[in-house]
C-alpha cells in the first residue's frame, strides 16, 4: 500500500481536537472495557480498518476479551457467547455505522433503553461515533499497522 498524507501532522489543530474528544469520552465515560473494545473492534471490522482492528483486539485481550468471542465478532448475532447488553451495543454499533441504511432503528433505541440509562446510551453513541471518526482517518492514509 502507497504512503499517504499524515493527517495529524498537515492539521495539528484539528487533530488535537479529535485527540481531546477522544479523551474527553475516556475519562467521563462509564462504559465498561469491554463495551468500548467490543464497539470500537466491530465498528472497525463493518469499515474494514486494519489498523484499528489490530490496535483494538490487542487492546482487548489485554484488557481479558477471549480470542474466542473476538473471532466471533463479525457473527455475534449467531452465537451465545454475548449479553443481551452487549448484543444490544453491538447492534446500536452496527446500525450507527451503516447510518446510510436505516441508522439507528426505534426497536434498537427502545431495546437499549431497557438495559441502559440516557447517559450510558448517550455514551454508547459517542463511542460508535468516535471509532468512525478514527476508521475513516487511518482507511483515507494507510495508516500502518503497528506491530
Known amino acids: 500500500m502507497e504512503s499517504r ?3 495529524d501532522k498537515l492539521q495539528p489543530e484539528a487533530y488535537k481536537a479529535i485527540i481531546a474528544l477522544e479523551g474527553h469520552l475516556s475519562k467521563t465515560s462509564e462504559l465498561s472495557t469491554t463495551h468500548r473494545e467490543l464497539i470500537k473492534i466491530r465498528a472497525s471490522q ?3 480498518c486494519a489498523f484499528c482492528i489490530a490496535m483494538h483486539t490487542k487492546d482487548a485481550l489485554k484488557y481479558g476479551e477471549t480470542q474466542e468471542r473476538i473471532f466471533l465478532l463479525d457473527a455475534w448475532k449467531e452465537t451465545n457467547l454475548f ?3 452487549e448484543k444490544v451495543i453491538l447492534a446500536i454499533t452496527e446500525e450507527i455505522t451503516f447510518i446510510h441504511q436505516n441508522g439507528l432503528t426505534q426497536n434498537t433505541y427502545n431495546r437499549a433503553l431497557n438495559f441502559f440509562s440516557e447517559t450510558y446510551l448517550a455514551q454508547i453513541i459517542m463511542a460508535v461515533t468516535m471509532i468512525n471518526v478514527w ?3 487511518a482507511i483515507s492514509t494507510h495508516k ?3 506491530h
Open 5 to 7: 498524507i499524515q493527517v
Open 46 to 48: 463493518i469499515n474494514g
Open 83 to 85: 449479553s443481551e447488553e
Open 135 to 137: 476508521n475513516r482517518i
Open 144 to 146: 500502518p499497522i503497528i
